[in-house]
T-cell receptor
Framework: KNEVEQSPQNLTAQEGEFITINCSYS?????LHWLQQHPGGGIVSLFM???GKKKHGRLIATINIQEKHSSLHITASHPRDSAVYIC???????????FGKGTRLHILP | EPEVTQTPSHQVTQMGQEVILRCVPI?????FYWYRQILGQKVEFLVS????????KSEIFDDQFSVERPDGSNFTLKIRSTKLEDSAMYFC???????????????FGPGTRLLVL
């Protein structure tokens, strides 16, 4: 069983749409990361959160510790947002990070 | 803005050869990590390193792998005898975090794409 699950696996939307990507995890975590992986492979850290909500520009990340669930939202999506978005959970029990399989987002102009 | 750098960007090697992947973490960071991503698959944790020793490692990080911080700036991953299945993108990351680097944002390098023939 995967300890970190993301949905959807793939998402295609029109420019301007509000995007939501979900992440569920099954173990206790100390923090949850949202990462963006560009088509060339490079990874950029978007958020690290352990409670509540964080906002950066058009990106918003929320986490509900009791429900073991986090969401990444993109407002007013743009074709340059097209990338793979990865949820990664830092485990309470050790120093490891478990990655989700990623959500491939494609924003059409 | 400070960034994590990795060299080389690409490496092709023969099966059985040793490879060393190099990373220069951000200078005031204390935690260092290696991850790999096999083509088409998810990113996998390999190892974390703090205070000149391994703090955690995954099942993937067997005796063929080792890490070292040979000087004040470099952080290396060595694969002693490469196998075909070691072909992947290897990412280095670093974070400030003191007790529990996972509490801090990790900054990723651009990756080294390793191809084992």
């Amino acid at each position: 069983k995967n300890e970190v699950e993301q949905s959807p696996q793939n998402l295609t939307a029109q420019e301007g749409e509000f995007i939501t990507i979900n992440c569920s995890y099954s173990v206790g975590i100390s923090a949850l990361h949202w990462l963006q992986q560009h088509p060339g492979g490079g990874i950029v850290s978007l958020f690290m959160l352990s409670s509540g909500k964080k906002k950066h520009g058009r990106l918003i990340a929320t986490i509900n510790i009791q429900e073991k669930h986090s969401s990444l939202h993109i407002t007013a999506s743009h074709p340059r947002d097209s990338a793979v978005y990865i949820c990664a959970a830092a485990m309470n029990r050790d120093d490891k990070i478990i990655f989700g399989k990623g959500t491939r987002l494609h924003i059409l102009p | 803005e400070p960034e994590v750098t990795q060299t080389p960007s690409h490496q092709v090697t023969q099966m059985g050869q040793e490879v060393i992947l190099r990373c220069v973490p951000i200078s005031n960071h204390l935690y260092f990590y290696w991850y790999r991503q096999i083509l088409g698959q998810k990113v996998e944790f390999l190892v974390s390193f703090y205070n000149n020793e391994i703090s955690e490692k995954s099942e993937i990080f067997d005796d063929q792998f080792s890490v070292e911080r040979p000087d004040g700036s470099n952080f290396t991953l060595k694969i002693r005898s490469t196998k075909l299945e070691d072909s992947a993108m290897y990412f280095c990351a670093s974070s400030v975090g003191l007790a529990g680097g996972n509490q801090e944002t990790q900054y990723f390098g651009p990756g080294t794409r390793l191809l084992v023939l």
